[in-house]
């Protein structure tokens, strides 16, 4: 008998009949694939049964204060927006070897301190993770692990041990084996998500999910998945640099696009406390091309270095390279460079740089980017303890950006004594001690002050 299919959308997950380009529901392109279809009861369709369970008002329901617990990483607080919640389901994503499942053994350590928990594997045999928590000193009485694939096993040791948390290292390596399609595939992968949903609901039970990335760098299966979790973490880096940044995408218990900073070691993960001083670590002195700025990573101000390099272009079309700062946004500052600054860097070859592994996503870098190029084009250096921050329009203007207080006081804290920043709402700003502000309003007097020279 040739087995049914149906036509899934991985953007939002919505089921046709039949295939299409685009989906009827979210209007996604080129986002249906096609599943075997999933039977119960004999192929039939069986209607949900009438349930006693009632509505309750809000104000009767009973309510716990302390819903958080902290995982043992002060960082991984920090991004969850203060530990771990109780019932939640947490999605950590990243590349493969980038230190996901690294993360998680280590904090089950000060985790099996007061609760008990239960290490699911679909990658590793228990003897393996059992190697690995000795190298990284997490062994533990109340860490248990199991290695397993077959989420029926897995839900079925769950309601044995009841397990305070569960770890569940990958979700791509699940299956439920009601379901005709291979683990790892859009089906799969979806229905495994929402059996354990239903279980850190139902039971209580925090559950950490472990799940890799694509080649896009989304995480690999439907995207209606990263909306059914709780929260979604991806962990970042280079896999040839020691340093990990990880970053909330989504947080209902918290704020989005916090970060934590990691090191990488033999030993395992370190906690960066200061990711300012390690982002500006090994900083060349007088050299042009490089300016400092301060970005907010959720509630976090953290201080990056701006490098670029600008130089003659070798062929008819000039080359732009953007690395850590988005590409569209760098070629509209060489634009305004041209237009506003007066430095003809269209005949220039262009490469802009975050250093750090960073990603620079507000336009809070742009006059530090706009520095950096000019830097490099007049083949002058900035002072080395100078920093600049502020938003560049079209016209050269430079515009206000929101914690302009929070910034200048961790730009104060790394011991810079000047910064450039946007001339409006400077008046306001209450002075700060050893630190000179040079308000500006365009790009123009930004470069003036470049060429001029500055005193430090």
Not at 242 to 270: C, H, P, Q, W
Request: net charge negative.
């Amino acid at each position: 008998m040739k087995t049914k299919t149906v036509f899934y959308c991985t953007q939002c997950g919505n089921e046709t009949p039949k295939w299409a380009g685009r989906c009827p529901a979210c209007g996604a392109w080129n986002t249906i694939v096609e599943q075997a279809e999933r039977k119960t009861n004999g192929g039939k369709t069986r209607l949900h049964s009438i349930s006693s369970v009632k509505a309750s008002p809000i104000t009767e329901l009973e309510s716990n204060d302390e819903i958080r617990f902290q995982t043992g990483m002060g960082e991984l607080d920090r991004v969850l927006g203060g530990g771990a919640v109780k019932g939640s389901l947490v999605l950590v994503g990243g590349a493969p070897g980038i230190g996901k499942s690294t993360l998680m053994l280590q904090i089950c350590k000060h985790l099996g301190q007061q609760f008990k928990v239960l290490y699911v594997s679909g990658e590793e045999s228990a003897y393996q993770l059992k190697l690995r928590a000795r190298r990284l000193q997490a062994e533990s009485e109340s860490l248990y692990v199991l290695s397993e694939t077959n989420l029926g096993t897995v839900l079925e040791c769950v309601h044995e041990e009841k397990p305070d948390v569960l770890i569940v290292d990958s979700i791509q390596t699940l299956y439920n084996e009601e379901l005709d399609s291979p683990a790892g595939g859009v089906g799969q992968v979806k229905d495994c998500t929402m059996k354990l949903m239903q279980l850190a609901k139902g039971e209580d039970v925090t559950v950490f999910v472990i799940g890799h990335v694509n080649k896009e760098g989304s995480i690999a299966g439907p995207k209606v998945l990263e909306h059914m979790v709780d929260c979604v973490l991806y962990f970042e880096g280079d896999q040839h640099m020691t340093y990990r940044i990880l970053r909330a995408a989504k947080n209902r218990f918290g704020a989005t696009n916090e970060i934590g900073v990691f090191e990488m070691m033999d030993s395992g993960l370190r906690e960066v406390e200061n990711p300012s001083e390690m982002l500006l670590s090994g900083r060349p002195e007088d050299a042009p091309g490089t300016c400092v700025t301060c970005v907010m990573e959720g509630a976090r101000p953290v201080l990056a270095e701006v490098q670029a390099l600008v130089a003659p272009a070798s062929a008819s079309n000039p080359r732009r390279t953007s690395n850590g700062f988005d590409y569209n946004r760098a070629a509209m500052l060489l634009a305004v460079l041209e237009k506003r600054g007066g430095l003809k860097v269209s005949q220039c070859d262009a490469y802009l740089n975050i250093i750090g592994g960073l990603t620079l996503d507000e336009p809070a870098a742009d006059l530090a980017a706009v520095v950096a190029i000019a830097s490099s084009y007049l083949d002058k250096a900035v002072p080395s303890k100078m920093a600049a921050m502020g938003e560049v329009g079209l016209s050269g203007e430079v515009r206000s950006i929101s914690h302009l207080e929070q910034r200048l006081s961790e730009v104060q804290r790394l011991g810079f004594t000047q910064c450039v920043i946007p001339e409006h709402r400077a008046r306001e700003l209450k002075p700060l001690a050893n630190l000179r502000l040079h308000p500006v309003k365009n790009i123009q007097q930004a470069l003036r002050l470049l060429v001029n020279g500055i005193p430090e």
